[in-house]
């Protein structure tokens, strides 16, 4: 069942109606339930509340949504007995790490598969200090990474997860003061999939990718023995369109020349079957003229696209690497519906 709140009518309806409906299902095996901007757990009804709650301590509940909650209880995440899938996006909750002694109770410990946790670090975060081993099956990760604290509980899920995890997917989010240096994968003997997607917080004034990436990316293929698919997507927002053939989008072209280099040579060449390159660029609206021409995007696209592909020319010669440029005007922001 995947329930949304879109509007005070729908909040409406979830606190007159819903509650009977929740109430009454007996083997429910997914419930999401999302906002598609931030909303307060507490507007919704007791009623509401109760009736969720029935919903996540389900035994046949294998998959749990949520997204878009402040102050979402942390027992309607850890209840459900058989939950084998769980996704957090912009969740906030009231777990804290003042009591590390004190496990938290995990009803699914040993038997979640996979987690998918952006900007949600307020509940999983101490969870991983007081009850790592809940964590060991997981078998698919996909984890936001904003600060050093981040990057402590991804060091802790790829101990725990060591001999168990399949793909791991990492959003980056570099911003001013705070930039990644090391993630530090170890060996990881099941990792078959890994994706990087950098989404830097802020605005940027200049369209320039962060310098970290290229070396991020081969230190993966250094370490990975088994990895077959490779996924980059980089997403930058920034003010004005740049002028000129030439952006210097990529920065330093000799880490990605050794990139390229271990894309078609060595160990790493025979293990990839797949490696994705997808460059999404936005201009904010702001920044731009109303008449500003289509054919201004499509030309930065083209730019962009022959400079990515002259990063790799081995890789293009030997058809090793998809590549796909996307720039785009950013809409204007609408403000919050509820």
């Given at each position: 069942?995947?329930?949304?709140?879109?509007?005070?009518?729908?909040?409406?309806?979830?606190?007159?109606?819903?509650?009977?409906?929740?109430?009454?299902?007996?083997?429910?095996?997914?419930?999401?339930?999302?906002?598609?901007?931030?909303?307060?757990?507490?507007?919704?009804?007791?009623?509401?509340?109760?009736?969720?709650?029935?919903?996540?301590?389900?035994?046949?509940?294998?998959?749990?949504?949520?997204?878009?909650?402040?102050?979402?209880?942390?027992?309607?995440?850890?209840?459900?007995?058989?939950?084998?899938?769980?996704?957090?996006?912009?969740?906030?909750?009231?777990?804290?790490?003042?009591?590390?002694?004190?496990?938290?109770?995990?009803?699914?410990?040993?038997?979640?598969?996979?987690?998918?946790?952006?900007?949600?670090?307020?509940?999983?975060?101490?969870?991983?200090?007081?009850?790592?081993?809940?964590?060991?099956?997981?078998?698919?990760?996909?984890?936001?990474?904003?600060?050093?604290?981040?990057?402590?509980?991804?060091?802790?899920?790829?101990?725990?997860?060591?001999?168990?995890?399949?793909?791991?997917?990492?959003?980056?989010?570099?911003?001013?003061?705070?930039?990644?240096?090391?993630?530090?994968?170890?060996?990881?003997?099941?990792?078959?999939?890994?994706?990087?997607?950098?989404?830097?917080?802020?605005?940027?004034?200049?369209?320039?990718?962060?310098?970290?990436?290229p070396t991020l990316i081969n230190d993966c293929l250094r370490t990975q023995g088994n990895l077959?698919?490779?996924?980059?997507?980089?997403?930058?927002?920034?003010?004005?369109?740049?002028?000129?053939?030439?952006?210097?989008?990529?920065?330093?072209?000799?880490?990605?020349?050794?990139?390229?280099?271990?894309?078609?040579?060595?160990?790493?060449?025979?293990?990839?079957?797949?490696?994705?390159?997808?460059?999404?660029?936005?201009?904010?609206?702001?920044?731009?003229?109303?008449?500003?021409?289509?054919?201004?995007?499509?030309?930065?696209?083209?730019?962009?696209?022959?400079?990515?592909?002259?990063?790799?020319?081995?890789?293009?010669?030997?058809?090793?690497?998809?590549?796909?440029?996307?720039?785009?005007?950013?809409?204007?922001?609408?403000?919050?519906?509820?």
């Amino acid at each position: 069942m995947t329930p949304f709140i879109r509007s005070q009518h729908d909040l409406d309806t979830f606190n007159q109606i819903l509650p009977g409906i929740l109430r009454r299902l007996r083997s429910l095996t997914m419930f999401v339930l999302e906002s598609p901007s931030m909303f307060q757990w507490n507007k919704l009804s007791t009623e509401v509340h109760e009736a969720v709650k029935h919903c996540c301590s389900l035994p046949s509940l294998l998959r749990l949504d949520f997204q878009g909650f402040w102050d979402l209880p942390p027992p309607l995440i850890f209840s459900p007995p058989s939950l084998q899938k769980l996704s957090l996006l912009n969740i906030s909750g009231d777990l804290s790490v003042q009591r590390e002694e004190a496990p938290i109770p995990v009803a699914w410990a040993g038997r979640l598969k996979v987690l998918n946790s952006q900007n949600a670090a307020t509940l999983i975060a101490p969870c991983t200090l007081t009850s790592l081993s809940s964590f060991a099956a997981l078998e698919g990760l996909g984890l936001s990474v904003s600060n050093d604290s981040d990057v402590q509980t991804l060091r802790r899920f790829i101990t725990v997860c060591r001999d168990t995890l399949q793909f791991l997917n990492v959003l980056l989010i570099p911003h001013t003061g705070w930039a990644l240096d090391d993630v530090d994968l170890s060996y990881l003997p099941q990792l078959t999939r890994f994706g990087l997607f950098v989404c830097p917080g802020e605005q940027q004034p200049t369209l320039q990718c962060p310098g970290f990436i290229p070396t991020l990316i081969n230190d993966c293929l250094r370490t990975q023995g088994n990895l077959q698919m490779l996924s980059l997507f980089i997403t930058f927002r920034t003010s004005s369109l740049p002028s000129g053939e030439s952006t210097g989008f990529l920065g330093n072209q000799e880490s990605w020349g050794r990139l390229d280099e271990h894309l078609t040579s060595g160990a790493a060449s025979r293990r990839l079957q797949t490696v994705n390159l997808v460059i999404v660029v936005t201009i904010d609206g702001d920044g731009l003229d109303a008449e500003d021409p289509e054919d201004r995007f499509e030309d930065l696209e083209t730019h962009l696209m022959n400079e990515v592909r002259s990063s790799f020319p081995r890789s293009v010669e030997k058809d090793r690497i998809t590549i796909e440029i996307d720039v785009r005007r950013h809409p204007r922001a609408q403000g919050s519906i509820v």
